[in-house]
């Protein structure tokens, strides 16, 4: 992959530019050295995480055959970030989970950096911490590589049934968290692997490649390499993206809080509040997508090998699975902003300023005389978020046209109230029901090419992926117009009556809208 490493170093320079007195120098000094780092060696790193005496030290000196690269004991021992070498990758140790309340702070920080996570547990320990699977979510929510180590202090045999009702607790572990957080299948987003540290160690130091084997530390080895390989630059780009972002968030919401006037300040904490929530929907809504995509390609390439007749019904299925937890996303979204508009509108009140009434509920008229000053953002607010039918018009002009290019049995019954309800659902997905089934119409002529080939699977494979990455494209393009619907007119219209209000902050407003641009070029 081709990484930009000029325009990161530009990037790198204008942030220190914007942020000026804002932050301290320290702060700087750790984004300038981690930045300097990572361009001048684009390579993954390796974090070990878990809870303190879960047995994280013994297994780095069981990596490194070392009985003293890492300090073991009861107690914690790590209380600072260590970094070491570790065949050509960096390996950094961090302090335990529930340690202490400082060094909680430090491995958040590390964890930010890192790009692959290896989360350490005991099999005597912290198996059932409820609080170390929410850290786990927390990994996994942010799209990181991870191998869970089940630390096999008790010493179970590895192949016993103990040993398999120890994984599979783990397993329902996770699907538990995994459920609370709105994370699916988290058990199939982690590798997992039983391993006796201190027995691996003892193997290295004494050179018992039985011992060794039975430690099962190779196969945790062999897996750490892989990922390791795997990621590449993809995931330092990614790491580095969201490290950069979370940065300038920083800065802006110091500069928020320089704001002297007291209006101003409370509107430009919402629209910082906006943009972040903007951001974070749009990877939401596109994770579904992604996460869809590779158990969707092994399917659809099957059912072309096999010429299934049920290919249409799993290609509208997908959609609509993936059009069902948009919806209950964009649920989330709208009771978030419900929430959060209501609270704004009564901090605003308190500092006795021309006020107005934000109530965008259902129930409760808007007064008739409302103050001009936010007049304009009221009536975008209700636009944005009471007005329905117009999202469902919308939908049912992309379901009148699926009617006509779909086939005829996939539509039969389909009429005008049936459209109306399944319009009323969500936008998102409809959009692209014509192109898909262009697409795979295209892809079953080919049917007959793809038999005669002699790479039959490999012809199945990539047709399966053209179809995916349509509808990725598709989905995408869907999700790009949704969140901007529902973002930018309100963080256009409080951008606007904020600069009505600026007095004497033009300075700080500079340096945020600069800012502002550096972090949405990231996303791009």
């Avoid at 702060?27 to 047995?55: C, Q, R, W």
């Avoid at 957080?181 to 160690?201: D, H, P, R």
Wanted: hydrophobic share 35%.
């Amino acid at each position: 992959m081709l990484v930009d490493k000029d325009g990161y170093k530009e990037m790198q320079q204008n942030i220190v530019k914007y942020a000026g007195d804002t932050i301290g120098r320290g702060e700087l000094d750790v984004f300038n050295k981690h930045m300097d780092s990572k361009l001048l060696d684009f390579t993954p790193t390796l974090m070990i995480y878990g809870a303190y005496n879960a047995g994280k030290s013994t297994l780095l000196n069981a990596l490194f055959g070392e009985d003293e690269k890492a300090k073991t004991g009861d107690a914690p021992e790590t209380k600072d970030i260590h970094e070491y070498e570790y065949n050509g990758y960096t390996i950094f140790d961090t302090p335990g989970l529930n340690a202490r309340i400082d060094d909680d702070i430090v491995t958040q920080e590390q964890l930010n950096k890192s790009e692959v996570i290896l989360f350490v547990l005991s099999n005597n320990g912290s198996l059932e911490e409820e609080f170390v699977y929410e850290k786990i979510s927390v990994v996994v929510k942010a799209n990181k590589p991870v191998i869970i180590v089940l630390n096999n202090k008790s010493g179970v045999e590895l192949n016993s049934g103990l040993a398999i009702d120890l994984i599979d607790k783990v397993g329902a572990n996770l699907r538990k968290i995994g459920d609370r957080n709105n994370i699916s299948n988290i058990e199939n987003k982690v590798s997992l692997c039983m391993v006796n540290a201190k027995t691996a160690l003892k193997g290295k130091l004494e050179g018992k490649n039985l011992i060794l084997k039975r430690s099962n530390i190779l196969q945790l080895e062999e897996m750490i390499e892989e990922l390791l390989e795997a990621a590449g630059s993809k995931e330092v780009i990614n790491t580095l993206n969201a490290y950069t972002q979370e940065f300038i968030g920083n800065i802006i919401s110091k500069i928020d809080g320089q704001m002297d006037d007291g209006e101003v300040k409370k509107i430009e904490e919402l629209i910082t509040y906006l943009e972040k929530f903007k951001q974070s929907t749009e990877i939401k809504l596109k994770s579904i997508v992604s996460k869809k995509m590779p158990s969707f390609i092994e399917n659809v390439s099957s059912k072309l090998l096999s010429g299934d007749v049920e290919i249409d019904p799993y290609i509208q299925n997908t959609i609509e699975d993936i059009n069902l937890q948009a919806v209950n996303i964009f649920k989330k979204v709208e009771s978030d902003l419900q929430t959060k508009i209501d609270s704004f509108a009564i901090e605003f009140k308190e500092l006795n300023a021309e006020y107005i009434e934000l109530d965008i509920s259902n129930n409760i008229e808007t007064p008739k005389e409302t103050p001009s000053r936010l007049k304009k953002a009221q009536d975008i607010i209700k636009n944005t978020i009471r007005d329905k039918e117009k999202v469902e018009n919308l939908a049912v002009n992309f379901l009148e046209r699926a009617k006509e290019s779909l086939p005829k049995e996939t539509m039969r019954g389909k009429g005008s109230v049936w459209m109306k309800k399944a319009a009323g659902k969500a936008a998102i997905g409809l959009t692209i029901a014509v192109e898909v089934y262009n697409v795979y119409s295209a892809n079953k002529e080919h049917q007959e090419m793809i038999q005669a080939e002699k790479g039959r699977m490999l012809g199945a494979r990539n047709s399966a992926k053209s179809i995916a990455n349509d509808i990725a494209s598709s989905l995408f393009t869907s999700i790009d117009g949704m969140v901007v619907d529902t973002f930018n007119s309100l963080i256009i219209s409080f951008r606007e009556e904020s600069k009505k209000l600026n007095k004497g902050n033009d300075s700080l407003m500079t340096k945020k809208d600069g800012l502002r641009r550096l972090s949405n070029s990231l996303q791009s």
